[in-house]
């Protein structure tokens, strides 16, 4: 089967309604996975099919322009009006990602990345992260082993230290680990940030599209992760 036309035809019966789509046809499951890019705030997808059911996983990329239950409703749409395939809603995972090229900033501040820079002394790797917060810089030190999961790391620990003054008095945070990995076919940074209080202990999971620099990424990373919990480890 041919692409553009051919397997236009293949997926519709002539009267603009979906027929019967097999995903386990490489073909048709890569026009499936294209049609969903075109889903407002989608930007990448990578379906899994199933035997017992028409889809045993999807994982879409997303921006932060919608929420996730609103992105797995349109999927679900998408999936249902275009092929005639029905989806759990359970299968769906979620990654969002912050787009923007300005760098994250911390709702209610003006947190910015202004430099981050590791650099290697014998066998180990010393990092610098700088930030502002309006006019004030936030410098924050860390160091480990040098090798590639000894710099994530202290890039990392290099960038809580640097926002710590910011947060309450009475908590407390560490960085649970830090990696870059591919997720559909790009380059994520992703952070794990657990933060302690009197009320207990929560972790939070922050993300970072790897662009020029894998330092800046796992900074931003983290940022992200003490965004998502920043405005209750202040109150």
């Known amino acids: 089967m041919e692409h553009g036309t051919d397997l236009a035809a293949a997926l519709d019966d002539g009267a603009g309604r979906a ?30 099919p199933g035997f017992a059911r028409e889809v045993d996983e999807l994982h879409v990329m997303t921006t932060l ?3 996730p ?22 299968v769906i995972s979620v990654v969002q990602l ?3 090229d300005a760098p994250r900033t911390v709702p209610g501040r003006r947190v910015l990345i202004s430099s981050v820079t590791v650099t ?8 610098e992260v700088v930030l502002t917060d309006g006019g ?23 960038t809580l230290a640097a926002i710590l003054p910011l947060l309450a008095e009475n908590r407390m945070v560490e960085l649970e680990g830090t990696e870059v990995t591919d997720v559909l076919g790009r380059r994520i940074a992703l952070s794990l940030v657990h933060f302690h209080s009197v ?10 599209m790897v662009r ?4 800046e990424a796992i900074a931003r990373s983290v940022l992200d992760a003490v965004n998502r919990s920043l405005e209750d480890a202040t109150s």
């Open 65 to 67: 322009e919608k929420g």
């Open 136 to 158: 004030e810089e936030l410098v924050g030190h860390s160091a480990g082993p040098a090798s590639t999961a000894g710099r994530r790391r202290a890039t990392g620990r290099a």
């Open 212 to 215: 020029d620099d894998e330092s």
């Open 98 to 100: 912050d787009e923007d």
């Open 120 to 127: 290697q002394q014998g066998l180990e790797s010393a990092v």
């Open 199 to 208: 009320k207990g202990g929560w972790t939070v999971c922050g993300s970072a």
């Open 69 to 90: 239950k609103q992105i797995v409703r349109d999927v679900q749409s998408t999936l249902m009006a275009r092929f005639g395939v029905t989806t759990d809603h359970r």
């Open 19 to 48: 027929s019967r789509t097999d995903l386990h046809d490489p073909v048709q499951r890569a026009a499936v996975e294209a049609a969903l890019t075109a889903v407002p705030g989608v930007v990448a997808a990578r379906l899994v």
